[in-house]
């Protein structure tokens, strides 16, 4: 399993494939949440991955790194293996500003 390039899919379909300007990607903040995309090499009943959203725990470190923590149910990569780790609610990711498909400050107000 592998995390979208988003920064790469933006610049070859740039007509279709919108992500946040960069100097938002490169800001999120503990609490923000972000959107990740996970492709996994075998498709599971015809779905090749899943984008769910992470919230932020860890801003942006010395090494361009995010970490933060999966905020969905997952449906298509639950119980699967990333970063060590078994992929599930809550389970910890870590990410670079590439990754970050979709931003939501911690400050929004949801009505």
């Given amino acids: ?6 920064e790469a899919k933006a610049k ?14 490169m800001a999120a903040e503990a609490g923000d949440w972000v959107k ?25 470190d010395a090494m361009g790194t ?18 060590g780790r078994t992929m599930k609610l809550g389970a910890r990711v870590k990410f670079k500003p590439k990754h970050i498909l979709d931003w939501v400050s911690a400050s929004y107000v949801w009505d």
């Fill in 1 to 6: 399993m592998r995390l979208i390039n988003g």
């Fill in 12 to 25: 070859a379909h740039p007509d279709t494939w919108f992500i946040p300007p960069a100097r938002k990607r």
């Fill in 36 to 60: 990740l995309g996970f492709v996994i090499d075998e498709p599971i009943d015809g779905c090749g991955g899943e984008r769910p959203w992470v919230k932020v725990t860890r801003g942006i």
């Fill in 66 to 83: 995010y970490e933060g923590e999966i905020d969905n149910e997952l449906v298509v990569i639950d119980g699967l293996k990333f970063q």
